[in-house]
């Protein structure tokens, strides 16, 4: 199962492009409120999640995704939840995914170290320990960065190729015409 924690700021294009993506390829995805089940995303879209961060149990995870955005990674960052789930995913060596500003998250908790990584520009110094990546999308073992919105689709065909395979993905990839 993949959790995406949805915090109010989330990027909406970083949550629901990679979510669609997921759903059309039949991967098990639930969304977390993070404080509500009605979360408003940085440019004023309302999204129902599946459950609130309260109902969450770390329970047959194969991926935590945060999207970034404003406020919303800082609410995310605040979350003793989305914390703990991540800490957890880190020490089980499961997939911890990571958009726009959210991989300074993953970066402030000295995941990154040693890592390739990506984020959106102006947060690289908060990536402690990692090499910047100029790509789009780096996957470096566990940990799946992206640099932000534009790259949310290629995020997501990542995610479905991690689950799904590569010949699954470039179906998907040449179905929703994505070159």
Same mark, same amino acid.
């Given at each position: ?6 915090? &109010?700021?989330? +990027? &909406?294009? +970083?949550? $629901?492009?990679? $979510? ?8 098990? *995805?639930? !969304?977390?409120? *993070? ?5 408003? %995303? ?9 459950? !609130?961060?309260? &109902?969450? #149990? ?25 914390? &703990?789930?991540? #800490? ?27 890592? #390739?990584?990506?984020?959106?520009? %102006?947060? #690289? ?12 999308? *780096?996957?470096?073992?566990?940990? $799946? ?15 479905? +190729?991690?689950?799904?395979?590569? +010949? ?7 179905? *929703?015409?994505?070159?």
């Amino acid at each position: 199962m993949v959790y995406m924690f949805l915090a &109010e700021g989330f +990027e &909406e294009i +970083e949550a $629901l492009c990679p $979510l669609d993506l997921m759903r059309r390829a039949n991967i098990d *995805v639930t !969304t977390v409120g *993070v404080g509500s089940s009605q979360i408003t %995303g940085a440019h004023g879209i309302t999204v129902s999640a599946d459950i !609130t961060d309260t &109902e969450f #149990e770390f329970k047959d995870v194969d991926m935590i995704f945060l999207p970034g955005g404003m406020p919303g990674t800082l609410n995310l960052a605040a979350s003793k939840t989305v914390i &703990e789930a991540v #800490e957890r995913a880190v020490k089980e060596n499961i997939y911890i995914a990571a958009i726009c500003a959210a991989p300074s998250i993953l970066g402030d908790m000295g995941i990154l170290r040693g890592k #390739e990584a990506i984020c959106y520009p %102006g947060f #690289e110094d908060r990536l402690t320990g990692a090499a910047i990546s100029d790509k789009k999308v *780096v996957l470096d073992g566990k940990v $799946l960065t992206a640099a932000g919105m534009g790259a949310a689709l290629d995020m997501g065909l990542c995610i479905v +190729e991690i689950f799904r395979g590569k +010949e699954y993905s470039n179906s998907l990839r040449k179905a *929703v015409i994505a070159d």
